[in-house]
Nanobody
Framework: QVQLVESGGGLVQAGGSLRLSCAAS????????IGWFRQAPGKEREFVAY????????VYANSVKGRFTISRDNAKNAVWLQMNSLKPEDTAVYYC???????????????WGQGTQVTVSS
């Protein structure tokens, strides 16, 4: 089992950057694929990116490809999402989640953090 806590959200102007952190508890962190998802008001939760157990494979949604970078450090039980060139449409609550599967589907993720708000002003 793993518990996840996100941080690093905030208010930023369009074109700016933010770095989200996901801190995990539990000795089995390295067993899990970690994904980032987001949910904007009135919209469904959507996939943003995931990273494999070793960090050797990353996958991104088309909407963030080239702007966001996911990384992890298993020794620190941590995952980060570096977000550059932010756009107003990136405004959402961002969640990190853990899965045993290399998959972008939210229903494959068993453990979720509480979320962190990202607001991008135009």
């Amino acid at each position: 089992q793993v518990q996840l806590v996100e941080s690093g959200g905030g208010l930023v102007q369009a074109g700016g950057s933010l770095r989200l952190s996901c801190a995990a508890s539990g000795r089995t962190f390295s067993n899990y694929v970690i994904g980032w998802f987001r949910q904007a008001p009135g919209k469904e939760r959507e996939f943003v990116a995931y990273i494999s157990r070793s960090g050797g494979r990353t996958v991104y949604a088309n909407s963030v490809k080239g702007r966001f970078t996911i990384s992890r450090d298993n020794a620190k039980n941590a995952v980060w999402l570096q977000m550059n060139s932010l756009k107003p449409e990136d405004t959402a609550v961002y969640y990190c989640a853990a899965s045993l599967w290399l998959d972008a589907a939210a229903d494959k993720y068993n453990y979720w953090g509480q979320g962190t708000q990202v607001t991008v002003s135009s």
